[in-house]
């Protein structure tokens, strides 16, 4: 049996960005694809709980979680987020303004991705988006505009429309070869 792609969905870790996520989440359930978040609340939240609960997925919700900063591997508290099926845990601190520092999970979120979709968030998803550009991965920001994700990187295209976010991930996705 073919291994599923692996679609990174990266957001603001506070804001749910309903009904945007929920949207996003439930598509790539239907996609056959296993989904991909930080493993926290907000938008990861938002994005796990769609995808988890649409009937017929084949895909596993799949957390990749910080460490509380002392370095350890237990979890930030609120991590994992009820919704995520596999959690992987790090000894990876730092997130924010601190995402593409090399003890950030994000270059694993980013890395383990096959595409990665940014819905609105803040300093640690421009820095997500910072570090898809560095390791060229297929990345599109799944937003009304660019404005809802402070710097994010000029090599990241914008789609504003759910129908061309479809179109891009799709095209991305034909592209892999698992």
């Known amino acids: 049996m073919a291994q599923l792609p692996i679609v990174g969905v990266m957001g603001s870790g506070t804001d749910a960005h309903e009904p945007r996520a929920q949207q996003v989440g439930s598509w790539l359930a239907t996609e056959g694809v296993h989904l991909l978040t ?14 988890h609960e649409t009937p017929g997925r084949r895909g596993l919700v799949i957390g990749v979680l910080p460490s509380r900063p002392s ?15 596999i959690p992987i845990y790090t000894h990876l601190p730092f997130s924010g303004e601190r995402g593409t520092d090399p003890l950030s999970r994000n270059h694993i979120n980013v890395l383990t991705s096959d595409v990665v979709i940014f819905l609105p968030g803040a300093a640690g ?6 570090l898809a550009v560095s390791y060229q991965r297929p990345a599109v920001a799944y937003l009304a505009s660019r404005s809802e994700i402070p710097d994010l990187a000029p090599g990241v295209p914008v789609a504003s429309s759910f129908d061309e976010l479809q179109r891009i991930v799709r095209a991305a996705l034909s592209r892999v070869a698992r």
């Open 38 to 51: 930080g493993g926290g609340g907000g938008v990861m939240a938002s994005v796990s709980r769609a995808f």
């Open 71 to 85: 370095a350890s591997s237990e979890p930030k508290p609120g991590y994992p987020n009820p919704w995520v099926e």
């Open 125 to 130: 998803t421009a820095s997500e988006a910072e």
